[in-house]
């Protein structure tokens, strides 16, 4: 069983910049995928950011992020973090983390590849 604790949302403003963790507090494993979603309110959820096991590092990002979301991973802390930069109202949503069991060939941004979800942190950025 892995368990995630996320931390780090809050309230910015437009070109604002906020950095989640993902604190994995049980079940770690430096082979398996981990990535970012996000849901705003009667929206989808949508990938956000994966990354790969810790000796490669090897991450993907949903188009609408790419240039200003940057994940990484500190396999000593064993914590997954979300630097977000130039952050846009379009990104308030109810932010993720995710484990997936199991080798990590390659990170995905399909959410139902993931097994086991943290509670969620709440990012809001206004006009």
């Known amino acids: 069983q892995v368990q995630l604790v996320e931390s780090g949302g809050g309230s910015v403003q437009t070109g604002g910049s906020l950095r989640l963790s993902c604190v994995v507090a049980?079940?770690?494993?430096?082979?398996?995928?981990m990535g970012w979603f996000r849901q705003a309110p009667g929206k989808a959820r949508e990938g956000v950011a994966a990354?790969?096991?810790?000796?490669?590092?090897?991450?993907r990002y949903a188009d609408s992020v790419k240039g200003r979301f940057t994940s990484t991973k500190d396999n000593a802390a064993k914590t997954l973090y979300l630097q977000m930069v130039n952050l846009k109202p379009d990104d308030t949503a109810m932010y993720y983390c995710?484990?997936?069991?199991?080798?990590?060939?390659?990170?995905?941004?399909?959410?139902?590849?993931?097994?086991?979800w943290g509670q969620g942190t709440q990012v809001t950025v206004s006009s």
């Open positions: 995710a484990a997936k069991s199991g080798f990590c060939w390659s990170p995905s941004l399909q959410d139902s590849e993931y097994n086991f």
């Open positions: 049980s079940g770690y494993t430096d082979r398996s995928c």
């Open positions: 990354i790969d096991s810790d000796s490669v590092q090897r991450t």
